[in-house]
C-alpha cells in the first residue's frame, strides 16, 4: 500500500522475497523439465550424436534461462531501472 506516495519497507521486502521464491520455483521446475527433455532424448542419441543434443539442450537452456530473467524482471536494463527508482525515491 503506498503510504505518501511510498511503498512501505515490509511491503517492498514482501515484494522483493516473492520475486526469488518465483524464481527459486521457476529454476527448479525448469531443472526438471530439462531432466525429462534430456531423457527423451537420449533414445535419439544413436541417430543424431551426442554433440548435435548437446547443442539442442544448450540452445533450450538459453531461451528458458533468457525467458525467466524477462519475465522475473531480473534483466541487467531492470535492476539498472530499479536502482534509478530506488535512487530518486520512488522504491
Known amino acids: 500500500m503506498l ?3 511510498h511503498l512501505a519497507y515490509g511491503e517492498i521486502r514482501d515484494r522483493q522475497t516473492g520475486q526469488l521464491q518465483v524464481l527459486t520455483y521457476a529454476a527448479l521446475l525448469w531443472q ?4 525429462l527433455i534430456e531423457g527423451a532424448w537420449e533414445a535419439l542419441l544413436c541417430e543424431l550424436g551426442r554433440k548435435t543434443i548437446q ?3 544448450a540452445g533450450l537452456d538459453q ?3 533468457g525467458f525467466l530473467n524477462d ?3 531480473i534483466t541487467p ?3 539498472s531501472a530499479q536502482s534509478k527508482a530506488e535512487k530518486l525515491g520512488y522504491l
Not at 526438471?32 to 531432466?35: G, L, Q, S, V
Open 3 to 5: 503510504r505518501s506516495g
Open 32 to 35: 526438471w523439465f530439462r531432466a
Open 55 to 57: 547443442k539442442i539442450l
Open 63 to 65: 531461451t528458458v534461462e
Open 71 to 73: 519475465a522475473l524482471q
Open 77 to 79: 536494463e531492470q535492476i
